[in-house]
């Protein structure tokens, strides 16, 4: 229960679904399919499991893949060359297996250009900006 803030101090009975993980898919059916699967590696093999090891690896990838995929479709203002003023592009989020610029910025003229996340939220601009 180390994805709460704060932390529980104890598992509460049943099949249990913290709010953040709820937000990120896993339901309480996942949780009983990765309790069993425990079990079953607990008497394959006696060892401890690793009690910090989350019950869920992709979970915090999906929540990066939510909050990643907020921004699609909305306006972004990128600088041009010098002298440029600057020109204004819709997003496009191109997933998370596109590496470090997973946005592409695709101006009116029709170019386009790659941004990270950083970037991104650098040059966001207010919800509603249109591009005309």
């Known amino acids: 229960m180390a994805c709460l803030t704060p932390p529980l101090n104890k598992v509460p009975r049943g099949d249990y679904v913290c709010p953040r993980c709820t937000r990120d898919g896993v339901t309480v059916q996942d949780v009983a399919e990765e309790r069993k699967r425990q079990r079953a590696l607990q008497e394959t093999n006696p060892a401890p499991l690793q009690p910090t090891a989350p019950l869920f690896r992709d979970a915090a990838a999906r929540r990066r893949k939510h909050e990643q995929s907020v921004f699609d479709s909305r306006i972004v203002a990128v600088k041009g060359r010098k002298g440029e003023d600057k020109k204004l592009a819709v997003l496009t989020y191109l997933g ?7 946005y592409r910025a695709k101006f009116g003229d029709g170019s386009s250009t790659l941004l990270s996340p950083t970037e991104v939220k650098r040059r966001l601009m207010p919800e509603g900006t249109t591009l005309s």
């Open 96 to 102: 998370a297996n596109a590496g470090l610029k997973s």
